[in-house]
């Protein structure tokens, strides 16, 4: 069974940081991970993915601020968000997928939240 759990989320102030962890089990080195984070009242989006070679992309609002990165022999992935800003807040969640579709799983997500 494929489990992914995300942890590291907290209560930080604006210029702060987080490192967001995700752990998964079941699953050898998914082809593509990511993170993601959902505000209230918002959609979900695409924060950083990394790929099993460890290439990374990242949304414009994060980059230069956030890194993703992930080590497949602990089977974690990290994000280390740094200079965090108020509308950083959301629930942040891991996805492990694969490039053709054959799974899509997510973990349960985290809470970060940035405020003075």
């Known amino acids: 069974q494929v489990q992914l759990v995300e942890s590291g989320g907290g209560l930080v102030h604006p210029g702060g940081s987080l490192r967001l962890s995700c752990a998964w089990t079941?699953?050898?080195?998914?082809?593509?991970m990511g993170w993601f984070r959902q505000a209230p009242g918002k959609e979900r989006e695409l924060v950083a993915t990394?790929?099993?070679?460890?290439?990374?992309g990242y949304d414009d609002s994060v980059k230069g601020r956030f890194t993703a990165s992930r080590d497949n022999d602990k089977q974690t992935m990290y994000l280390q968000m740094n200079n965090l800003q108020p509308e950083d807040t959301a629930v942040y969640y891991c996805?492990?997928?694969?490039?053709?579709?054959?799974?899509?799983?997510w973990g349960q997500g985290t809470q970060v939240t940035v405020s003075p």
């Open positions: 996805r492990a997928r694969a490039l053709l579709g054959e799974y899509d799983y």
């Open positions: 079941g699953i050898y080195s998914p082809d593509v």
């Open positions: 990394v790929r099993s070679g460890g290439t990374t």
